[in-house]
């Protein structure tokens, strides 16, 4: 099975930049082209939070837009940035956010790899939390089904990463969560978005990771202190998580865009493993 998740797009209204700088809408068109040009065509793709820039029905509806040339299931669950009624409204046709309920939490049965969407939003605030109610809820889907492969994505690491500014908005309740999940070996990796970098932790017994946004990367910034935290046009990104029998979940992550290449290795003739080679045959 493949996933591929895309995090952090922060649509706008058509005409606007993010920040007044990035154009998010055209590096999330530019995402879902190379997608769709993947040798391997993806199963589903997970979009984990921050679908938006201010959860506006004008931004869903250009999201909506934009994702259609998708024609393999997209997951999405929100972050700070959007507005649960709005992302209903736009997207609540698509069948698999639950019908009542405070939060968008719902599971995709239908592959391999078993998907849990989590909604870690708090109206009004940059962090996210995982409440009791939400606790129990995860605690109970993993419980139905102990021996699938799980993959959990949320929008708000629950793990610490070393930046600290980001750190102080990741999902609050973090090592609460860590006890839920800690209990359940099928879990193959908790995926996150918010912190717009690819980063990589062991967390309750499983993998916790977090993907670079289709948009703008936020600055690594890996020094004590809580320094305001700043954004960089690094290239956009994408991952890809491969799941297979014995092998369980690989992950990579892809760059958007147009680059030299690829060329053949030509071994040049000094290079020691060609002279190996040469030797062994004599």
């Known amino acids: 099975m493949l996933i591929a998740q895309i995090t952090d797009l922060h649509v706008r209204p058509h005409g606007k930049r993010a920040y007044g700088i990035v154009?998010?809408?055209?590096?999330?068109?530019?995402?879902?082209?190379?997608?769709?040009?993947?040798?391997?065509?993806?199963?589903?793709v997970i979009a984990t939070g921050d679908l938006t820039d201010c959860g506006l029905s004008t931004e869903y509806?250009?999201?909506?837009?934009?994702?259609?040339?998708l024609d393999m299931p997209v997951y999405l669950i929100p972050g700070n940035h959007d507005r649960r009624a709005e992302l209903v409204a736009a997207f609540g046709e698509d069948g698999y956010f639950p019908d009542d309920?405070?939060?968008?939490?719902y599971v995709v049965e239908d592959n391999d790899v078993r998907l849990i969407g989590l909604d870690t939003v708090v109206p009004g605030a940059g962090h996210g939390r995982m409440c009791e109610r939400r606790l129990r809820w995860l605690d109970d889907r993993l419980a139905e089904e102990r021996d699938r492969?799980?993959?959990?994505?949320?929008?708000?690491?629950?793990?610490?990463?070393?930046?600290?500014?980001?750190?102080?908005?990741?999902?609050?309740?973090?090592?609460?969560?860590?006890?839920?999940?800690?209990?359940?070996?099928?879990?193959e990796r908790v995926v996150c978005g918010h912190h717009h970098r690819p980063i990589?932790?062991?967390?309750?017994?499983?993998?916790?990771?977090?993907?670079?946004?289709?948009?703008h990367q936020v600055t690594l910034h890996i020094a004590p202190g809580n320094?305001?935290?700043?954004?960089?046009?690094?290239?956009?990104?994408?991952?890809?998580h491969i799941w297979s029998e014995g092998a369980g979940l690989i992950s990579h992550t892809a760059y958007v865009g147009a680059y030299a290449g690829p060329y053949p290795f030509v071994l040049d003739?000094?290079?020691?493993?060609?002279?190996?080679?040469?030797?062994e045959s004599v």
């Open 200 to 215: 990589v932790t062991r967390w309750a017994r499983t993998i916790g990771s977090v993907a670079p946004s289709t948009a």
């Open 101 to 105: 309920g405070e939060f968008l939490h």
């Open 23 to 44: 154009d998010s809408n055209a590096m999330l068109a530019a995402t879902v082209e190379a997608i769709n040009n993947l040798p391997r065509r993806p199963d589903v």
């Open 61 to 69: 509806a250009a999201l909506r837009t934009l994702l259609a040339p």
């Open 227 to 240: 320094e305001p935290s700043t954004f960089t046009m690094e290239p956009p990104a994408y991952q890809l």
């Open 149 to 187: 492969p799980t993959l959990i994505f949320m929008h708000h690491p629950p793990f610490s990463t070393g930046l600290a500014a980001m750190d102080d908005i990741n999902c609050r309740d973090g090592a609460k969560m860590a006890e839920v999940v800690g209990k359940y070996s099928h879990v």
């Open 269 to 279: 003739a000094d290079y020691p493993g060609q002279q190996v080679k040469v030797a």
